[in-house]
């Protein structure tokens, strides 16, 4: 009879699945967390009065047809010529502060044209420019 002990093999446990697993799981944790952003600084922001303007801002309307014509408060210009268009804003502008140019260009009128009223504006340090458009019914 054999009395000695038997020797018991030793049961392995193969963590590597359960590794991938818990890798797995936070790889889909941190792609589908949402980080929300937190300011580190608090400001009180200025109260104003929803009051209308007062006082209506000095404005020079410059309009081009589509046939290249260029006018200036509705006073036409003899071409359309860039030191044309600058003399007669110029001409305009004195006596105004710091006056807002509005450009009424026709859908037609070529990019250039509406580019040299603007280069005319800027040469004489006119900054404030913006464009008239309609409104588009959508129906």
Request: proline fraction near 4%; glycine fraction near 2%.
């Amino acid at each position: 009879m054999n009395f000695r002990p038997r020797r018991k093999d030793d049961v392995e446990l193969n963590v590597t699945s359960f590794i991938d697993v818990v890798l797995l799981l936070l790889i889909f944790f941190m792609v589908s967390t949402t980080f929300g952003k937190k300011s580190e600084i608090s400001i009180t922001l200025p109260e104003a009065t929803d009051a209308p303007v007062s006082q209506v801002p000095d404005t020079i309307n410059i309009t081009l047809d589509s046939q290249g014509r260029v006018f200036v408060n509705e006073a036409p210009l003899v071409n359309a010529q860039s030191n044309t268009i600058r003399e007669a804003i110029r001409g305009v502008a004195s006596g105004l502060t710091d006056p807002v140019v509005i450009i009424n260009a026709d859908a037609e009128t070529t990019h250039q044209a509406v580019v040299r009223v603007m280069d005319a504006a800027r040469q004489l340090s006119l900054n404030r420019i913006t464009f008239s458009t309609r409104v588009l019914d959508e129906k």
